[in-house]
Each structure stands twice: as structure tokens, then as C-alpha cells.
């Protein structure tokens, strides 16, 4: 469990994305990319967790790597029945690697979704 995960169900959901703001802000400053990485999935994690769906696509949207940008939008996408959105980002795909991992990302995204329901 994350310090932002305590933090929700301690404080709240606003104060855990006060927090995970502080530590996206700071991760900015990370000269190792997979701690930055890290810590903007965290945060989309937690936002769509606490129902904050917009928001953490708005984050994932915002991630400069193409291929982390569509591996976070197409597990969000998918949870959230947005099929059209979600066509259009799986089309984007650039290799075959890169299409199968999107999928098995869909496939998990549905199986929790259908879990939680």
C-alpha cells in the first residue's frame, strides 16, 4: 500500500492528490526515468481508483512517451467502456510488441472491471 493510499483513506481523496501533485512535481527533477514513470502511474492509479477518472486521464494524456501515454490510456479507456477512444488509441500502436502488450492491458482492465461489478 502507497503513502497515497493511506493518505485516502485517512484524509481523503483531495488530500491524496495534493500529495501525489507534490510528488509529480518533484519526480520532474528525477534523472532516472523509471522513478519519474513511476510515480505519474501511481497517480493515475490512485486517481481512477478514487473515481477520478478525468483526471487521471488527463495525466495519462500528458505522459511524453507515446508508448507509456497509450499502455495508460488503454487500461483507463477500456475500465470506462470508452470503445471509440479506445480504438483510436490502440490504432496507434507501432509494432506488433507493442499491440499485444496494449491488449493484455485491455484484457486486464476488463477483468477488473467486471470484478468490481
Do not use: Y
Amino acid at each position: 500500500m502507497s503513502l497515497a493510499e493511506v493518505v485516502v483513506k485517512l484524509d481523503g481523496v483531495d488530500a491524496a492528490e495534493q500529495l501525489m501533485s507534490l510528488a509529480m512535481s518533484d519526480s520532474k527533477n528525477e534523472r532516472r526515468r523509471v522513478w519519474r514513470g513511476q510515480e505519474v502511474g501511481s497517480a493515475i492509479d490512485l486517481l481512477a481508483k478514487a473515481g477520478r477518472v478525468e483526471k487521471a486521464l488527463e495525466l495519462a494524456r500528458g505522459i511524453r512517451s507515446r508508448a507509456m501515454r497509450r499502455l495508460h490510456l488503454v487500461s483507463l479507456l477500456a475500465g470506462q467502456a470508452r470503445w471509440n477512444e479506445l480504438h483510436e488509441v490502440l490504432s496507434e500502436a507501432r509494432s506488433p510488441l507493442e499491440a499485444a502488450k496494449l491488449c493484455w492491458s485491455v484484457k486486464f482492465a476488463l477483468q477488473s472491471r467486471t470484478e468490481n461489478e
